[in-house]
């Protein structure tokens, strides 16, 4: 029997995508490939956004903010936001298929996480739009007479969004949902990796009737390419942007000249620890998953994991063996872990598989590339691994891998888990495993990051903040946050 491919079910195979400007479907002189990373193969074409193209997309954003679409009130937005939301729900076996067919994703991920999440993205902000009240403050005056103050929520003009490849739908639908329910106007760059989703919600938005120039997608690199000159352009108002620190860092130095807002979720070198009174098999099995979901490609994924030392041995000898249990394969086989994103990602990976071997790290499991002796060879897989024995300053425990490895190290004390976790640039999330309420607040408040999850990983409740502090991220979304990011809140004072 042949074995199933993403390619079989592609919604969009060998299609040349386009952009979206103004409502009107953009091809442009340059366009790129998109490569499957399970076998090497060209899933179809994509036209790559010039500055002109920037330009057009830009000036139709604004000129949907003079249209009706500025007009339109917060119900009618909503009401807007749910369609959109149905209509993945309706077409979410396409969207499913094109997220793993540009990833390589597993079915299991894609079907229970990356496309229910965009649609659920889309509603929760229609429900928080909803629910955001204006600000009032009565206030006293010489005259006896008073004042009121209230609040008005405007929305910040035109919004670029700019999203990574690892979780494409779910991070693109996270920003330009709030964005939208604000009363902006949008310009997403998916990465150029993952055209595709985002290609579908273009086609969602039309179908649904989202006036033309309020969603608009351009496709296109980063640097020099379609993300520079849409990050550059003076008439953009704001930035939302998901992705390494240093494409961060980029995009502030363009951004500057206007002086944009921004809004940054970035890089991580995530901590877990693992006390000696945890659960056992919740912290073992919650750690096989925050290391490996995605194969590592999540950026809340734990790549440090220090555990308390008289549990160090035993944990470290089960974490190797359910690593070495994992399978890995194509999105339809059932495998664990599918592919890297590319094979320029790999190779990224595995020099820090070499890194770790020449700094003097044991490899416990992994370490390579499997062979499949078929199609796959041609695609980006690689071995979960987990290493042990680095120093902490090594630079496989210092900088951001962003594939399946983990360092393991013990600690010995409550206080010194707390230094090695913080010892880092990074500060985006942690996890924390043990029974004992006390050191859970304990310990979370200590810790340097945005988001502490204690007994579990990545369990998400979209109303809360989200980012991170230190190089990974610039400010919160997340619930009312994103809301506040995505508008301008005025003032307005009355004199009675
Ligand atoms: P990346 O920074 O290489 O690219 C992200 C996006 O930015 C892409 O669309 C790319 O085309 C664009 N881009 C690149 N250079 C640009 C420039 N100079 N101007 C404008 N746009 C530019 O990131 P990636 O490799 O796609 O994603 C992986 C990274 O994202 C990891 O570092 C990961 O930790 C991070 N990430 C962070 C979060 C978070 O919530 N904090 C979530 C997911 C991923
Ligand atoms: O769950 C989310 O809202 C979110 N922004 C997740 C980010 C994952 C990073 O790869």
Partial sequence: ??????????????????????????????AFENISPVDGRVLCTVAEA????????????????????????TVERCALLRKVADAIERRSAEFVAAEIADTGKTLQQAST???????ANFRAYADLAMARASECYEMGTADGRGALNYSLHKPVGVVAVIAPWNLPFLLLTWKVAPALACGNAVIAKPSEETPSSAA?????????????????????????????ALVSHPDVNAIAFTGESATGSAIMRSAAASVKALSFELGGKNASLVFADADFEAALAGTVRSVFSNCGQVCLCSERVYVERPLFERFVAALTERARALKIGGPYEGADLGPLISRAHR????????????????????????????????????????VRGLREDARCVREEIFGPICHVAPFD????????????????????????????????????????????????????????????????????????????????????
């Fill in 413 to 496: 004390s409550e206080e010194q888990a707390v230094q090695l976790a913080n010892d880092t640039r990074y500060g985006l999330a942690a996890a924390v495993w043990t029974s004992s309420l006390q050191r859970a607040h304990r310990v979370a408040r200590a810790m340097e990051v945005g988001i502490v999850w204690v007994n579990d990983w990545f369990l998400r409740d979209l109303r809360t903040p989200f980012g991170g502090v230190k190089l990974s991220g610039i400010g919160r979304e997340g619930g009312m946050h994103s809301l506040a990011f995505f508008s301008e809140a005025m003032n307005v004072c009355i004199k009675l």
């Fill in 50 to 73: 010039d500055a002109a193209l920037v330009d057009r997309a830009v000036q139709a954003a604004r000129a949907a903010l003079r249209g009706p679409w500025g007009r339109l009130g």
């Fill in 347 to 386: 190779d990224k990976v595995l020099s820090y598989y070499r890194l770790a071997r020449a700094e003097d790290g044991e490899i416990l499991c992994g370490g390579g590339v499997p062979q499949f002796d078929d199609a796959r060879d041609r695609g980006a897989f690689i071995e979960p691994t987990i």
């Fill in 113 to 119: 996480l990356d496309i229910p999440r965009g649609a």
């Fill in 200 to 228: 579908l919600l273009a086609q969602v938005m039309q179908e649904v009737g989202v006036p033309p120039g309020v969603f608009n997608l351009l496709h296109g690199f980063g640097a020099n390419s379609t993300g520079e």
């Fill in 1 to 30: 029997m042949r074995m199933p491919t993403p390619s079989d079910s592609y919604p969009l195979q060998g299609a040349r995508l386009p952009c979206l400007v103004g409502g009107e479907l953009v091809q442009s002189p340059a």
